[in-house]
């Protein structure tokens, strides 16, 4: 089944940047929509940005001018540039994809640390 890969984590200062990246593996149907989301401790998972395999992306408000999501069909690849990093960016970036075949894949996870 797939599999989605992230990397690109890390601790950072604020106002740093870091890059994420997530490659899906062992496709077999189109992947149609891909989005990251995050969680930080003691919180539930939360939207950060999405984007349809046509390109339209969708933010969440707390990120909108800081962070640009994207993707590359042809590599299975989604990626998150993150700039002007807060504290509250703290937590762990999960890849998620819309399979094809109706399904719904996340990655295993990347810890993104701020420090103030």
């Known amino acids: 089944q797939v599999q989605l890969v992230e990397s690109g984590g890390g601790l950072v200062q604020a106002g740093g940047s870091l890059r994420l990246s997530c490659v899906a593996s062992?496709?077999?149907?189109?992947?149609?929509?891909m989005g990251w989301y995050r969680q930080a401790p003691g919180k539930q998972r939360e939207l950060v940005a999405t984007?349809?395999?046509?390109?339209?992306?969708n933010y969440a408000e707390s990120v909108k001018g800081r962070f640009t999501i994207s993707r590359d069909n042809a590599k299975n690849a989604l990626y998150l540039q993150m700039n002007s990093l807060k504290p509250e960016d703290t937590g762990v970036y999960y890849c998620?994809?819309?399979?094809?075949?109706?399904?719904?894949?996340w990655g295993q996870g990347t810890q993104v640390t701020v420090s103030s």
């Open positions: 984007i349809t395999r046509r390109g339209y992306t």
């Open positions: 998620n994809a819309v399979i094809g075949d109706g399904t719904t894949r």
């Open positions: 062992k496709i077999i149907f189109t992947i149609s929509d």
